[in-house]
């Protein structure tokens, strides 16, 4: 099969193939691993792979050959983010202190993947410590991993912290790719790479065996090439199950949100065409329109205190060499492998001190605060108005990986402090290359019916292109 329709090729069209004798899983996985070593030197998309990724191919073509029940994902390749256990490979958190840390068991999600069929293919590069080190983060940059590079224009940022997982499945190195998001995680590098990202409502998908930062806004989702495959991993990592209706139409009679967001820098024209020309396309698809305003709440402080009681917990519980603590993970800058005193700790000294001054009570009580607040302020907007989900635009024009500054939208903040599902989809591209994303945040555990809207929205407007790996803008 040629390279550009392989990469057209959703879940469902790979297992098809797969259970016709057109491909094997075999196939599909030496596929997606040459194209890892073709590519992974220019994008630093992935961390490490699965020795074993061939051989457990295989035991999947032996079941399917002998009629033996298989799984949802039975054959399909997953990458997953580093900061997520999988048994058998160190969970590295993109960072020299944990590289050679193993994890006693995998993360419930990836037991829930390896029961489907799915083949552990490797590990994402991801911002190291998953953007919770330093108070600027180089997005995208690990020292484990390197420098991972957007594959639509080579010199611009892929943005973070699941910079990996997003950059390798819009690069077509594997069907499947998961990510993890505190605050805009999944959805800011998706819409930066043009790929699509779906965070979940909070406690949908299990956070255990994923290197925490708050377990008040952690979760997990699929990074996938369209909406049809984020829906189908879903089904599979989610805790509980309904039906996802994927079908044209979805968005005949719903009303829709419709908010610019929060912009730390002056908006750039392209922004706004594609932003007024998925407003129009939603008119278009039956859909009413209703501007609205949302508020931004700041979490910063209390999850200083949430990431040290979290890591700390963590640490404790992984075997091989490493820190065993939030304490001892800031002695390791002395250690000769540490190649990062540029960044610096402050978010670690931060947290190290953050129960200094305050009693731990007071951080539950002011996050519950918080949580409440960011609820009511969305649940209100939907019932006042009588919303199916929102729109916004989630992210800017991708700057050089070299600007510090970037702009990006806090549009992903309302779903991440109230735990409300967010899902970004393909809408566009500035300067004729870099890719635009809309977002639409669904109502609190309504994660299939959102779903089910953005994939009509896919649908009418199917305006992701592949990358053409540009090392630059043309002038």
């Known amino acids: 099969m040629e390279t550009a329709f392989f990469e057209r090729m959703t879940v469902s069209d790979l297992l098809r193939a797969m259970a016709h004798g057109l491909l094997t899983a075999e196939e599909l996985t030496a596929r997606c691993l040459k194209r890892i070593e073709l590519l992974n030197p220019l994008l630093h998309a992935v961390i490490s792979v699965n020795p074993h990724a061939l051989a457990e191919a295989r035991k999947v073509d032996r079941l399917r050959a002998s009629g033996f029940p298989l799984g949802p994902l039975a054959g399909i390749p997953v990458l997953v983010k580093d900061n997520i256990d999988t048994l058998g490979l160190p969970t590295t958190a993109g960072s020299e202190a944990l590289r050679h840390a193993l994890p006693h068991r995998d993360a419930e999600l990836v037991v829930r993947l390896r029961r489907s069929g799915a083949i552990i293919l490797g590990k994402a590069n991801l911002t190291e410590w998953a953007a919770y080190r330093s108070e600027v983060p180089h997005n995208g940059w690990s020292p484990v991993g390197g420098q991972t590079r957007n594959p639509y224009v080579l010199d611009r940022s892929p943005f973070g912290s699941s910079s990996g997982s997003a950059v390798a499945a819009a690069a077509g190195l594997a069907p499947v790719t998961i990510g993890t998001e505190t605050f805009g995680s999944i959805v800011s590098p998706s819409g930066m790479n043009g790929v699509v990202g779906f965070k979940p409502s909070l406690g949908r998908v299990s956070g255990a065996g994923i290197v925490p930062i708050s377990p008040y806004q952690d979760t997990a989702g699929p990074i996938t090439r369209n909406v049809a495959d984020a829906g189908a991993v879903f089904e599979v990592i989610a805790t509980s199950r309904r039906a996802i209706r994927l079908e044209p139409g979805l968005l005949a009679g719903t009303r829709i949100g419709l908010w610019n967001g929060v912009r730390k820098r002056a908006s750039h024209q392209d922004e706004n065409r594609v932003l007024a020309e998925a407003t129009a396309k939603l008119h278009e698809l039956g859909a009413t329109i209703v501007e609205v305003d949302l508020s931004v709440f700041d979490t910063s402080e209390v999850l200083s205190y ?23 993970l ?4 002395s250690h000769p492998a540490e190649r990062t005193s540029d960044l610096g700790l402050a978010k670690f000294e931060q947290a190290q001190d953050s129960d200094m001054a ?6 539950l009580e002011e996050r519950v605060q918080i949580t409440e607040e960011a609820r009511d302020s969305l649940d209100g907007v939907f019932v006042r108005h009588r919303l199916h989900a929102i729109m916004s635009p989630t992210n800017g024009r991708a700057p050089e990986i070299s600007e510090r500054d970037i702009a990006w939208l806090h549009s992903c903040g309302p779903a991440a402090v109230g735990g409300y599902p967010s899902i970004t989809v393909p809408a566009g591209y500035a300067d004729s290359q870099l890719p635009l994303g809309v977002s639409f945040t669904g ?18 407007t199917l305006a992701r292109k592949r990358p053409l790996y540009l090392p630059t803008l043309p002038v």
């Not at 009681?309 to 963590?314: D, G, K, L, R, T």
């Not at 075997?319 to 603590?325: F, M, N, S």
């Not at 800031?330 to 800058?333: G, K, L, S, T, V």
């Not at 305050?358 to 951080?363: A, H």
């Open 306 to 328: 949430e990431f040290k009681v979290s890591i700390n917990e963590y640490l404790s519980s992984i075997g091989g060499d490493g820190p065993h603590d939030l304490d001892e």
């Open 443 to 460: 109502r609190r555990n309504r994660d299939e019916e959102l779903l089910g809207l953005a994939y009509s929205f896919e649908q009418a």
């Open 358 to 363: 305050r009693r731990p009570s007071d951080y």
């Open 330 to 333: 800031i002695a390791f800058r």
